[in-house]
């Protein structure tokens, strides 16, 4: 029997080589959601090492700007590491560690899941070996020097376009070499089950807090919840506990690149097609021979040809809505609300906050945002700076 | 499911001698260039070929197949001109083929229209790596219902799930030698006559190991515990290295690898 289904999404699309390593997750995980010392423990750990409840802050210079919608923005950048990966990691790492692994493996794209996975491998006490695609090693250097300085060794995938999706291949190539003693920490919503459900799980804290703490600010619910989508995790996380409130509008921004109409895009939404691919059946940018197609995004972390199942049947359903925004839009966005707020997001938030400044001008004053802002830009400041035109080093 | 009555092609091979089953990727370095190893390599002794329909992202493959996959990709090999050149080839011999790729190409073409050409054109099998027992319910009614088998894979960590697996398979058995991912390897170290007993418990379809086979020495080795043997990463490495010009070197080579076979 096929597990893991959103709709006619998800699965369990996995080697052989791999089945009893990803059973052996599914069990664990099946055991220790409903252990209340598992998830003392993981609540212990999210409060006073990642610094959680992240704050719902109230973006005001940039609401009276935007002159519609109140906007608050969800900061998950301030989490420790700088993004919500870390929400995730923590979770499975504290699950390796219960099952009785002894080394993590990880793909990364911007760096942020590579970074965490790496940070928390240092702190329980295993070994820790990251793939990133050569792309991203060089428009993401400070993070693969993170990475090392935290103990990882990181490995730089030079296969395919030498980026996530590669890094995912390679991952996924390493496991079944070796899986005894090792975890895949899989970085986002997608894989085979349970990683789409484990992932949602472990991030759906973000909308947790975001709900109570609106609750609490605002005596309602929001209108609107906007995320950046690469795999998908930081919104799957954003949405989750707003998907029963039907009146709040989920709305997850994809990656455009240069433009939908254009070859170089992340938008799998817009522009993808039914597939199956690493371990899930989904929407994936692709040809008509199912070759998933080479895809394009100034941002590593959303540069991806696929989206999460349960996304994609989020998508199907209606229940949420995904626009892409192009490089241009993200980058603008970028400096508007480091000038605006004194907010420097990643340039994956980026495309959130930019979206939220298309939306909010429509909507009225007594109506409300939430952006998520899944990391910080610390990381992007070099690789913003060439793309307008400055070399500086870093 | 496939007709009973109907002489199973690929188990045929089996019968009365060890198998040597060849495979390489479709389109490298040319499909003209894959038709004329195919059959060189039948002629030398091959008793099935495995054809490896190039993917964007094999992930059960190491580097020597996944480069063979770039490069095929990148002179445009397309599954409908895979399908041409197997007619052709069809035309001029009758050695059991069958496809290796994964899900992606399958589902995209389409399940039915896919299994259809594969009977149309005379394709006997599918292998598809990266499709486990519990997902491959509608692809093994479809192939059957085309007369094709769905290869079943076992693998050194499939344990307690050997003979769940073993259980209902056709053609043959591809049991997996090692760990990991395709590639050449000096050593094999997994105990496959532990898995090859179990199997026999249960089902009588022949088990050819695969996965870092390339000497002589280990093909009669293997031999001596499994009714046949595979080699990919060999023959994708001599296709690389001499390139149009590897024809009589891969007929050379299996010749002395299906005389290995004891
Ligand atoms: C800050 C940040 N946001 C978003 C993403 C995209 O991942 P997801 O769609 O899983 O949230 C990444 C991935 O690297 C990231 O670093």
Not at chain 1, 81 to 104: D, E, F, P, W, Y
Not at chain 2, 79 to 99: C, E, G, H, Q, S
Request: glycine residues 8%; aromatic residues 8%.
């Amino acid at each position: 029997m096929s597990k893991g289904k959103y709709g006619i999404h998800g699965g369990q699309y996995t080697p052989e080589t791999l089945m009893n390593a990803i059973i052996e997750v599914e069990k664990a995980y099946e055991h220790y959601k409903n252990d209340p010392a598992f998830q003392d423990e993981l609540t212990e750990l999210l409060n006073e090492y990642a610094g959680r409840p992240s704050r719902l802050y109230f973006a005001k210079k940039m609401t009276a700007d935007l002159g519609g919608a109140k906007i608050y923005l969800k900061r998950e950048d301030l989490n420790h590491t700088g993004s919500h990966k870390i929400n995730n990691v923590l979770g499975q790492a504290l699950l390796a560690k219960k099952m009785g692994k002894t080394r993590l493996i990880a793909e990364t794209g911007a760096g942020q899941h590579g970074v965490a996975t790496a940070t928390a491998a240092a702190l329980m006490g295993f070994s820790c070996e990251i793939f990133m695609g050569k792309e991203d090693t060089d428009r993401q250097a400070l993070n693969v020097f993170r990475m090392r300085l935290l103990g990882a060794t990181v490995h730089v995938v030079t296969s395919g376009t030498m980026t996530l999706k590669d890094a995912v291949n390679e991952t996924f190539r390493e496991w079944t070499t070796r899986v005894d003693d090792t975890h895949y920490v899989l970085g986002s919503v997608m894989g085979p089950h349970p990683f789409p459900e484990m992932v949602r799980d472990f991030q759906s804290v973000i909308s947790k807090e975001a709900r109570e703490q609106m609750l609490q600010k605002e005596g309602k619910l929001p209108d609107a919840v906007i995320a950046c989508v690469g795999g998908g995790s930081n919104a799957m996380g954003a949405f989750y506990n707003f998907i029963p409130d039907e009146s709040v509008r989920l709305i997850g921004c994809e990656a455009a690149g240069k433009g939908v109409d254009t070859e170089e895009h992340a938008a799998t939404i817009a522009r993808g097609s039914l597939g199956i691919f690493h371990g899930m059946k989904s929407y994936f940018c692709q040809d008509e021979y199912g070759q998933i197609a080479p895809v394009y995004s100034i941002s590593a972390g959303l540069d991806y040809p696929g989206i999460g199942p349960e996304h994609a049947h989020l998508h199907d359903s209606k229940r949420a809505e995904y626009v892409p925004i192009t490089d241009d839009e993200a980058v603008a966005a970028f400096f508007y609300l480091s000038r605006t707020e004194g907010i420097i997001p990643a340039i994956e938030s980026a495309h959130a906050i930019a979206y939220a400044m298309v939306l909010a001008p429509t909507m009225s004053k007594d109506q409300i945002i939430i952006v998520n802002v899944s990391g910080r830009g610390d990381k992007d400041v070099a690789a913003i700076a060439r793309y307008k035109g400055e070399n500086i080093h870093e | 499911m496939s007709n009973p009555n109907k002489v199973n092609q690929i188990s045929k091979i089996f019968a009365d001698q060890k198998a040597f089953i060849a495979f390489l990727t479709a389109g490298d370095p040319s499909l003209d260039k894959t038709e004329e190893f195919i059959l060189a390599m039948a002629d030398a002794g091959a008793d099935l070929i495995e054809i490896g329909i190039p993917f964007s992202d094999p992930i059960a493959e190491g580097p020597v197949i996944e480069a063979a996959n770039e490069r095929a990709l990148q002179v445009g090999t397309t599954t409908d001109k895979i399908f041409a050149m197997v007619r052709r080839i069809r035309a001029k011999t009758a050695i059991p083929l069958v496809f290796l790729t994964y899900m992606n190409p399958i589902f995209v073409y389409g399940g039915e229209r896919f299994f259809a050409t594969c009977e149309e054109v005379g394709i006997n099998g599918v292998i598809i790596p990266d499709l486990p027992f519990e997902e491959k319910g509608e692809i093994r009614e479809l192939a059957g219902s085309h007369g094709l088998d769905l290869i079943t894979l076992i693998a050194p960590t499939s344990q307690d799930r050997i003979q769940m697996l073993a259980r209902d398979a056709t053609g043959f058995i591809y049991l997996v030698s090692s760990l990991g991912v395709t590639g050449v390897r000096s050593e094999i170290k997994t105990d496959l006559a532990a898995i090859i007993a179990d199997i026999r418990q249960v089902s009588k379809t022949p088990v050819a190991v695969g996965f870092g086979i390339a000497t002589p020495e280990q093909a009669t080795t293997i031999s001596k515990l499994a009714d046949g043997v595979i080699v990919g990463s060999a023959i994708v490495r001599i296709i690389a290295e001499h390139g149009p010009a590897a024809t009589p070197i891969l007929s050379d080579y299996v010749r002395r690898m299906k005389a290995a076979l004891v």
